[in-house]
């Protein structure tokens, strides 16, 4: 027995069973009607485009509309405290059972609020009869997007991630079904899998940050909300303009509701930059003065961090300034190093009146840091103690940010594609096979490991999470090591170590920086076999419908050659995250066409002198290298 659905069908498709419908899944508690309009413009909209035909469809959810309400054994049975637990599966097998009765294979699936959860379960239960999915406010209020949902449902995306490998792309504003259903009517092959759109919502505070200070605190603050201002005029540095910047700082202290958020000229900085800089080094600089000029700590203590002020801070920060210098495209961050300065200098003047002025509060406040630091070391402390009284393997890799790994637990067929950046991981995402293949990304160009000593290597998050993945410890010792174990090459977890970044002079250089990173940290994996590179092509060219791909300017001169006298298109690789599913499987994941170049040294000395005159501090050899060598790599200098 099964639940029953009314359909309700805006578009028949032309009974053509090869084409994709899209199913519509309403919200609670209204019915199909909700999607009349937009129904109606997807289906406007495919015809201006000269789209083929398509399904699409509205069914009633069970007690909505004309959609009869199923009985409780036909829900799967009702708990004790009247839930249903398997009702949502019931209802995904209804709306697969009018999919496989029409004939189709698969569907687009399209939902919203509680439509949009229900999306997710079928494309989580079925992936067999997933095209693609559409979650528009799903189940929660996001009120940060997708970040939210990832904190409030990690296990559905870890096993959409798991199950499908799929890329998920996030819809900013209200998430109109217009703009999903433009990319799969344009690109339907390069539009990702998943989509999570959330809505937005306007705030009004009169008393700007102050005001959202004490929202945020709420009645839980052991302080007041303190509002500081300022403006000053400076530089970054003497060859650079002057220019002026509003310094506008809101903070109290709270046990249960810690929050830092950053906003320059009205932008949120998810990542800060030069303003949370500055917060660090004012709050303990402040604190820490505060705790050593009272005796607080006792003998021998070492001194606080950041993450024991942070523990109980809630400070936001509006700043404003005629000069702004981002970290990168996505202005997440600023790097002005003027704002830093300032905002810090003003930051530490401020806290020393208010401990002065306040001393109640300041006490209240080194108490509970001084709690926060005990705590934190003592949990370190037991955690190190349990470490080593633990036997069995501990798998750290499931704790890195954004590494995704494969299905199999068999290291013999276990590979790990070390990926350049978030658009390549997506590519690859899709044009894997989960069942072997896992991957890690590298955010931009990780540090020169053998310029650099060994306590700045392993303060690097980036360095630190690919060894962690990779399982086999490094060979270096110290304390500099953090929780790296020492290497034993029976913990690495790959097969393969597959270095695979675009065939660009960035991508050169970011290879370059990771196999040298791999040769002074762990080199029994170059010596042992372990490391390949992936070949991307360079160049796609097209005579009719066969393709050729070309790794090099050579090849693509001979495929040219051979084809000379006939039409041609040739189209240059922008990089990894460019590439089309099909195209990536084919030429770079694919064990069966893939090229893999096996890191092989013929004599370690060699390697390491060549390493060093590249890399390292040899400045001299390096310049007459580049005189001997440099005329050999001319065609590759970018011009433009």
Not at 8 to 29: I, K, M, Q, S
Not at 149 to 168: A, I, K, M, T
Request: hydrophobic share 35%; aromatic share 10%.
């Amino acid at each position: 027995m099964t639940i029953e659905l009314n359909n309700n069908v805006y578009a028949d498709g032309g009974n053509d069973t090869e084409t994709t419908p899209v199913v519509l899944v309403h919200g609670f508690p209204v019915d199909h009607r909700m999607w009349d309009e937009c129904a109606a413009a997807l289906r406007d909209q495919a015809v201006k485009q000269g789209v083929k035909p398509f399904a699409i469809w509205a069914p009633d959810m069970p007690g909505a509309g004309e959609g009869p309400i199923p009985s409780d054994e036909d829900s799967g049975g009702k708990d004790a405290d009247g839930a249903f637990p398997y009702g949502l599966d019931r209802m995904a097998d209804a709306y697969v059972g009018l999919l496989h009765a029409a004939g189709y294979g698969k569907a687009i699936w399209v939902g919203l609020s509680m439509g949009g959860y229900g999306a997710l379960r079928l494309a989580l239960r079925y992936p067999g009869r997933y095209a693609a999915a559409a979650s528009i406010s799903g189940c929660v209020e996001m009120e940060r997007g997708y970040e939210t949902f990832r904190r409030q449902n990690p296990s559905v995306l870890e096993e959409l991630d798991n199950v499908y490998g799929g890329e998920r792309e996030l819809l900013r504003g209200p998430g109109s079904l217009f703009g999903l259903a433009d990319r799969f009517l344009k690109e339907p092959q390069r539009a990702p899998r998943m989509y999570m759109a959330c809505g937005t919502e306007d705030f009004l505070y009169e008393n700007g940050i102050a005001d959202y200070i004490r929202e945020l605190a709420g009645l839980d603050a052991f302080t007041e909300p303190v509002c500081w201002e300022c403006e000053r005029r400076g530089r970054d540095r003497a060859d650079k303009p002057e220019y002026k910047v509003k310094l506008n700082i809101a903070c109290c202290f709270s046990n249960k509701h810690p929050v830092v958020e950053h906003y320059h000229n009205s932008s949120f900085l998810e990542h800060g930059g030069s303003p949370e800089k500055a917060t660090r080094l004012a709050f303990v600089y402040a604190i820490d003065k505060y705790l050593r000029d009272h005796g607080k700590y006792t003998k021998d203590e070492s001194k606080i961090t950041y993450p024991d002020v942070q523990d109980c801070l809630i400070l936001v920060s509006n700043n404003f300034s005629t000069q702004t210098s981002y970290e990168n495209q996505t202005k997440k961050s600023i790097t002005n190093k003027f704002i830093q300065d300032a905002m810090n200098d003003f930051l530490r003047e401020q806290l020393q009146v208010y401990f002065i002025e306040n001393p109640d509060a300041a006490e209240k406040i080194a108490s509970q840091v001084l709690i926060n630091k005990r705590s934190r070391e003592t949990a370190e402390k037991t955690r190190i103690n349990q470490k080593k009284k633990l036997t069995e393997k501990i798998d750290i890799a499931n704790r890195v940010q954004k590494f995704v790994d494969c299905r199999t637990k068999d290291v013999s067929k276990r590979e790990i594609y070390i990926v350049e950046g978030d658009s390549a991981l997506g590519a690859c995402k899709q044009s894997r096979d989960a069942e072997f293949q896992g991957l890690m990304p590298v955010r931009g160009k990780i540090l020169n490991c053998l310029k650099a000593d060994y306590p700045r290597i392993f303060k690097s998050d980036i360095i630190t999470d690919l060894m962690k993945v990779l399982g086999c410890g490094v060979e270096v010792s110290g304390r500099a090591v953090k929780d790296l174990n020492q290497f034993d090459l029976n913990n690495l977890r790959w097969s393969k170590v597959i270095l695979c970044t675009d065939g660009d002079v960035d991508g050169f250089q970011i290879r370059t920086l990771i196999l040298t990173m791999l040769y002074r940290l762990c080199p029994t994996l170059i010596r042992e076999g372990y490391v390949y590179i992936a070949e991307t092509p360079l160049f796609e060219i097209t005579c009719k419908e066969k393709t050729w791909f070309a790794y090099s300017e050579k090849e693509k001169a001979d495929i040219l050659k051979s084809l000379e006298g006939k039409k041609v298109k040739v189209d240059r690789s922008k990089g990894l995250g460019e590439n089309d599913p099909e195209m990536m499987w084919l030429t770079t994941m694919n064990p069966e066409t893939r090229r893999l170049v096996k890191v092989l040294p013929d004599e370690a000395a060699e390697t390491e002198r060549i390493f060093d005159l590249l890399l390292g501090d040899n400045l001299a050899g390096r310049k007459e290298y580049i005189a001997e060598n440099g005329y050999k790599y001319l065609d590759m200098i970018d011009v433009s």
